[in-house]
């Protein structure tokens, strides 16, 4: 046995909450060394499914039991019942209580720091869309880490020994943190399913369209991480196309006018990247705006005035009909001069 793993053994480690995350938790912890010992959860059949996943786990019938038996309790509960869970255990000075949340403080903790425990966050960067894909997704995850002297070096060799990262957290950098999850995460599954969606306007099921957007998925991803922001911007953005971006908003308004706020949103946030970049130049970034802002055509943001019945008015002769020679005013002046 290795000095590191030695010394992992000295610590016992026990699981309120036996989903997901604690399930992947404990077996990752344990196969690095760590004697997990203790998992109690809202149901016992839960806490046995942990237990057996994990050599010398026991399922114990109360939360209670966990604290009384491990130097470190992870709750791995929904967020919402950490608190609720804090309260009602009664802590022992000196041991150590962590949350798994990614956007709660460790105000929610109170109740053991009270009593003289030491309280900490470690949050999983990663996602988790079963036990298994989590016990296989979590090594190599970045671990935010909220917590102060000994627990918080703790945790950091706990992120070590998982082969991951670690980000310091402060308490008020916690949602803007998990914020940030959310966009990278879940929010890429929705543009997805937005994007497949389109897929079904050209009778392609979403099985088969996600199939096909898979390898453009991963290569995106691929160029993130090896080329980095902003240089691993692609698309009509990022050359100053116009004209695409024009045909787009025609057929999203046509076919899909649901989407066409996000796509212009989503749009305008990706105007600075292409311009950080250095393929389009500020005036093609301004009129990239422009467009995506639904202000061409417009002066100072207001939509411009339809000039031609008062053409017509004033200038027959301005004002052909349709098929005929027609004028238009020039930028400059307002002097009139032929369309080609």
């Known amino acids: 046995m290795s000095k590191k793993t030695a010394g992992h053994a000295d610590t016992a480690v026990g699981f309120i909450g036996a989903g997901t995350v604690g399930t992947a938790l404990a077996v990752r912890l344990s196969g690095s060394g760590y004697r997990v010992i203790a998992a109690a959860s809202r149901t016992r059949s839960s806490a046995e499914r942990l237990a057996a996943s994990v050599p010398g786990c026991t399922a114990c019938a109360s939360k209670q039991e966990v604290a009384d038996a491990a130097d470190i309790v992870f709750i791995t509960t929904p967020d919402d019942a950490i608190a609720r ?25 109170e109740p053991a720091r009270r009593a003289g425990a030491r309280v900490g966050g470690f949050h999983p960067l990663q996602t988790f869309a079963s036990v298994t894909h ?80 898979m390898p453009l998925l991963r290569g995106t991803l691929n160029n993130i991480e090896n080329v980095g922001l902003p240089h691993c911007l692609t698309g009509p953005i ?49 009129e990239l705006k422009r467009l995506l802002q639904n202000t061409e055509g417009t002066i100072d943001g207001r939509t411009a005035p339809d000039i031609e019945p008062l053409l017509r008015i004033l200038c027959p002769d301005c004002a052909a009909p349709a098929g005929e020679e027609t004028h238009e005013l020039s930028p400059a002046g307002g002097h009139m001069k032929e369309k080609p």
């Open 238 to 286: 990022a050359r100053g196309d116009l004209g695409t971006i024009r045909k787009h908003i025609a057929a999203l308004e046509r076919s899909a006018p649901a989407l066409l706020t996000a796509y212009r949103e989503i749009g305008l946030q990706t105007v600075p990247i292409a311009l950080g970049k250095g393929k389009i130049d500020d005036a093609t970034a301004m």
């Open 85 to 109: 869970v804090a309260a009602e255990i009664a802590w022992h000075p000196g041991q150590s209580v962590v949350h798994c949340s990614g956007a709660d403080s460790l105000d929610s903790l």
């Open 134 to 213: 989590a016990i296989e997704n979590l090594p190599g995850s970045t671990f935010g880490i909220e917590a102060e002297g000994d627990l918080f070096d703790l945790l950091s060799e706990m992120a070590s020994a998982l082969e991951g990262n670690r980000v310091r957290l402060r308490a008020e950098d916690k949602v803007l943190y998990h914020a940030a999850a959310v966009l990278a995460c879940n929010y890429l599954v929705t543009l997805t399913k937005m994007a497949t969606d389109l897929w079904r306007d050209f009778d392609v099921p979403a099985p088969e369209a996600v199939r096909a957007l």
